[in-house]
């Protein structure tokens, strides 16, 4: 018989996760599922009022959470946010790196061509995607490497595989995310500690606020972008929320102790399939 029933592989019970970009769609999601199974929550969030909004969610449901408005770019803004966490918390066990997205500004179309895109906006969305990841795992990691474990995820994205038309900035970002979380992995594990694991989610195609106009009309049928996107995932269909929860308690739970530096596609075969 084994010393333990398997399932507890996957107990977070009573750690500490800090979640940025817990104000958005995905990571809300992440953050809600975490702290159903007594996992406190730090939501940190550019957007005051919608990090609020799920710690009052999470209040309700009988959680812990706590949110803080936080701005990625900002290095002081991070570490402000870290003493709030570590004053109620004491410590960092899962840092969820959750912060991003692209602006209209930065992609191409009928309107804008490449050679007009303003450097401005491409900045921010790289900054915002890349940056914001790196910056942010620098204040929270050094709490992870001084105390000797801890467990990141990172958000990267389909584009991350293939860019996607449209979006070079956003595109780019995504790529040195994923090639970032491969290097820290191999970072904290030789510099600090083994039992620092560093993983990527790399969602596919689901619906949010930043890119429903990219793949629905007004009358929510699909646009030619979208047509495009389902024709060339075999499962046919856009991902839900809650369709990350899964990975994302394997790369944060015990049952994955011996996987670093890997991302995970979550893409109903979008990343599989050549269109052949």
Same mark, same amino acid.
């Given at each position: 018989?084994?010393?333990?029933?398997?399932?507890?592989?996957?107990?977070?019970?009573?750690?500490?996760?800090?979640?940025?970009?817990?104000?958005?769609?995905?990571?809300?999601?992440?953050?809600?599922?975490? $702290?159903?199974?007594?996992? =406190?929550? %730090?939501?940190?969030?550019?957007?005051?009022?919608? /990090?609020?909004?799920?710690? &009052? +969610?999470?209040?309700?449901?009988?959680?812990?959470?706590?949110?803080?408005?936080?701005?990625?770019?900002?290095?002081?803004?991070?570490?402000?946010?870290?003493?709030?966490?570590?004053?109620?918390?004491?410590?960092?066990?899962?840092?969820?790196?959750?912060?991003?997205?692209?602006?209209?500004?930065?992609?191409?179309?009928?309107?804008?061509?490449?050679?007009?895109?303003?450097?401005?906006?491409?900045?921010?969305?790289?900054?915002?995607?890349?940056?914001?990841?790196?910056?942010?795992?620098?204040?929270?990691?050094?709490?992870?490497?001084?105390?000797?474990?801890?467990?990141?995820?990172?958000?990267?994205?389909?584009?991350?595989?293939?860019?996607?038309?449209?979006?070079? $900035?956003?595109?780019?970002? =995504?790529? %040195?995310?994923?090639?970032?979380?491969?290097?820290? /992995?191999?970072?904290?594990? &030789? +510099?600090?500690?083994?039992?620092?694991?560093?993983?990527?989610?790399?969602?596919?195609?689901?619906?949010?606020?930043?890119?429903?106009?990219?793949?629905?009309?007004?009358?929510?049928?699909?646009?030619?972008?979208?047509?495009?996107?389902?024709?060339?995932?075999?499962?046919?269909?856009?991902?839900?929320?809650?369709?990350?929860?899964?990975?994302?308690?394997?790369?944060?739970?015990?049952?994955?102790?011996?996987?670093?530096?890997?991302?995970?596609?979550?893409?109903?075969?979008?990343?599989?399939?050549?269109?052949?």
């Amino acid at each position: 018989m084994p010393d333990s029933v398997p399932l507890e592989m996957f107990n977070l019970a009573g750690k500490t996760a800090i979640i940025t970009g817990a104000g958005g769609v995905l990571c809300s999601e992440m953050a809600r599922n975490l $702290a159903q199974v007594g996992v =406190k929550i %730090a939501i940190l969030d550019i957007n005051l009022s919608s /990090a609020q909004e799920i710690r &009052q +969610e999470i209040f309700k449901m009988g959680g812990s959470a706590l949110a803080v408005r936080t701005d990625v770019l900002d290095k002081a803004s991070l570490v402000e946010a870290r003493e709030i966490v570590i004053k109620k918390y004491r410590t960092v066990d899962i840092l969820i790196c959750g912060a991003g997205g692209n602006k209209s500004q930065a992609t191409t179309s009928e309107n804008l061509d490449f050679f007009a895109l303003p450097e401005d906006a491409l900045k921010w969305v790289f900054n915002l995607n890349f940056l914001g990841t790196v910056l942010t795992a620098q204040v929270f990691g050094e709490i992870m490497a001084s105390q000797g474990y801890g467990t990141i995820l990172n958000i990267s994205s389909m584009n991350a595989f293939r860019p996607l038309t449209r979006i070079p $900035a956003y595109s780019a970002a =995504k790529a %040195a995310v994923s090639n970032f979380t491969q290097w820290l /992995a191999v970072h904290m594990a &030789q +510099e600090y500690s083994n039992k620092i694991r560093v993983n990527a989610i790399a969602p596919g195609f689901f619906i949010g606020e930043q890119n429903r106009g990219l793949l629905l009309n007004d009358d929510d049928t699909l646009t030619t972008r979208g047509h495009k996107i389902i024709d060339h995932t075999p499962m046919r269909r856009f991902g839900t929320k809650d369709e990350l929860i899964g990975t994302m308690f394997y790369l944060l739970s015990s049952a994955s102790a011996f996987v670093t530096g890997i991302v995970v596609p979550v893409d109903g075969g979008f990343s599989a399939y050549s269109g052949v």
